[in-house]
């Protein structure tokens, strides 16, 4: 089963980094577009980057500048360093990414947006 596996995750203190990733576990026969999205207690699933299949690159203003996204396509990863992380940025990070994988039997190729478990980050002194 295509699954997307989150890590990095966990508590700095503000001001500090945090690297987080996202790796696609089984077999793929592409990726699309993979973005990551954040969840803070009592609040909404907003998204705050995304990166396209060629590399476009865009971002939610609180992160503008603070956070990049990248993506390694030949570990079928995607990547998001954070720097300057304030306490505000507290919340479970999640992956959500367009996997396309194959189907040999139709000669076609199935697209299923698939989220992450989510990892959490705690940025507190």
């Known amino acids: 089963q295509v699954q997307l596996v989150e890590s990095g995750g966990g508590w700095v203190q503000p001001g500090g980094s945090l690297s987080l990733s996202c790796a696609v576990s089984?077999?793929?026969?592409?990726?699309?577009?993979m973005d990551w999205y954040r969840q803070a207690p009592g609040k909404q699933r907003e998204k705050i980057a995304g990166?396209?299949?060629?590399?476009?690159?865009s971002y939610e203003e609180s992160v503008m500048y603070r956070f990049t996204i990248s993506r390694d396509n030949a570990k079928n990863m995607t990547h998001l360093q954070m720097n300057s992380l304030k306490p505000e940025d507290t919340a479970v990070y999640y992956c959500?990414?367009?996997?396309?994988?194959?189907?040999?039997?139709?000669?076609?190729?199935?697209?299923?947006?698939?989220w992450g478990q989510g990892t959490q980050v705690t940025v507190s002194s």
């Open positions: 959500y990414a367009d996997l396309r994988t194959w189907n040999s039997k139709d000669r076609s190729i199935k697209r299923t947006w698939t």
């Open positions: 990166i396209t299949s060629g590399g476009t690159t």
């Open positions: 089984g077999s793929i026969f592409s990726i699309g577009a």
